[in-house]
């Protein structure tokens, strides 16, 4: 819960922050008369979109189990990356789209110096919006605000190629304008197809990383009684992992002595690493 508190409240202050971005970036490209500066515009449209379902998924994600739910709701999380994925896509097909129009009627336009002026601020900005999420998002272990955080990077980068695109259409190239306009649409098409598979990861039964898996496996044979691992499995359950895990105990332990064991295992890994939701112990007597 206190997670999802963390997380919201870091959401509302970049929303903020673009709205009042987007709005500057709107004018900008209208009064500029630049299509890159709309693209990116329309780039920071999508954030606050993006964001505000950053917030809705850390909220469902984070109810507690119940009675229909009754392992939790931590998976609908990479449901809601999944959703953020698909605006990242048609965000960057429409935009684009857009740029392409522009290029082959030859609508080609002298950007104005306000145009120039936004995509400078837009990219110090953005940069700073996505060192300030990827921290929270690492701290909280959201892989949708992680989605969002490369959201924020992804519109500093396409800032950039808006600046060049832009100063290079002042300088007397003109047609560099959509171009930049267009490179920002494959950029933010190529960002939401990855995070698109990633919250596809997220959904299947994917195993734990490899340091969690070392981090069990360390707990658990050093527990007294136990001779060694005879198997092991993890599964990702959105942001948490379940593991189920079989040890060899001596064959001449007593039934309350082996479930001792099972439990000194059990509850170590799940005080211990924070990612386990949930571990489950079996004992194969030796």
């Not at 082959?104 to 940069?127: H, M």
């Amino acid at each position: 819960m206190e997670n999802a508190k963390l997380g919201t409240r870091a959401s509302l202050i970049t929303i903020s922050v673009n709205i009042v971005l987007c709005i500057f970036k709107m004018l900008a490209a209208f009064l500029g008369k630049s299509s890159a500066m709309l693209a990116d515009a329309v780039h920071s449209l999508a954030d606050i979109l993006t964001t505000v379902m950053v917030i809705i998924g850390l909220k469902v994600s984070s109810k507690a189990a119940d009675t229909t739910h009754p392992y939790g709701h931590e998976k609908f999380e990479p449901i809601f990356s999944k959703i953020m994925s698909f605006i990242l896509i048609f965000t960057g097909a429409s935009i684009g789209y857009r740029a392409l129009m522009d290029l082959v009627s030859g609508n080609l336009n002298y950007p104005g110096r306000i145009a120039l002026i936004a995509a400078a601020v837009s990219i110090f900005v953005k940069e700073f919006m996505y060192w300030y999420t990827i921290k929270i998002a690492k701290k909280i272990k959201s892989v949708t605000m992680e989605t969002d955080a490369w959201h924020h990077r992804s519109d500093a980068l396409s800032s950039i190629g808006t600046f060049l695109g832009i100063l290079g259409a002042r300088m007397g190239l003109k047609v560099l304008d959509p171009i930049a306009g267009l490179l920002v649409s494959f950029l933010i098409i190529k960002i939401g197809i990855e995070y698109y598979l990633k919250s596809i990861n997220e959904l299947v039964d994917h195993s734990a990383e490899d340091n969690i898996i070392r981090q069990i496996e360390y707990i658990a044979s050093n527990v007294p009684g136990v001779i060694n691992i005879v198997n092991l499995k993890t599964r990702s359950f959105g942001n948490k992992v379940y593991a189920d895990i079989e040890i060899s105990v001596d064959g001449d332990l007593t039934v309350n002595e082996g479930d001792k064991i099972a439990e000194n295992v059990h509850g170590l890994i799940e005080d211990n690493i924070s990612d386990i939701k949930h571990c489950l112990v079996k004992l194969k007597p030796k």
